[in-house]
């Protein structure tokens, strides 16, 4: 049964850094692919970012790309997403989860184990 844990959210200033982590237990990440989703107050929750089981390739929506990057460490069961320039309209809940391959969509309903979420917020 896989697990997803969650960590590295907080508080930082527009234009500054944060790395978000995703932990497996339970099981291993080295099956899944592993997405990124992000949902602010009162809007729809949106897709991010998504790696390749072997970390082959990689998505981004176009309001990160640049900006954030995934990665993954399959010795670690853990995969990473670095955001740099944060911008306030970053602000949000984030959540890892895990499916079989990365949807060119980064749509929710197919991912099928979801991270407890952890909240970011980028404010002066």
């Known amino acids: 049964q896989l697990q997803l844990v969650q960590s590295g959210g907080g508080l930082v200033q527009p234009g500054g850094s944060l790395r978000l982590s995703c932990a497996a237990s339970g099981s291993t990440l080295n099956y899944y692919g592993i997405g990124w989703f992000r949902q602010a107050p009162g809007k729809e929750r949106e897709g991010v970012s998504c790696?390749?089981?072997?970390?082959?390739?990689?998505k981004y929506a176009d309001s990160v790309k640049g900006r954030f990057t995934i990665s993954r460490d399959n010795t670690k069961n853990t995969v990473y997403l670095q955001m740099n320039s944060l911008k306030p309209e970053d602000t949000s809940v984030y959540y890892c989860?895990?499916?079989?391959?990365?949807?060119?969509?980064?749509?929710?309903?197919?991912?099928?184990?979801w991270g407890q979420g952890t909240q970011v917020t980028v404010s002066s």
């Open positions: 989860a895990a499916a079989p391959v990365c949807g060119w969509r980064l749509l929710m309903n197919e991912y099928d184990y």
């Open positions: 790696i390749s089981s072997n970390g082959g390739s990689m």
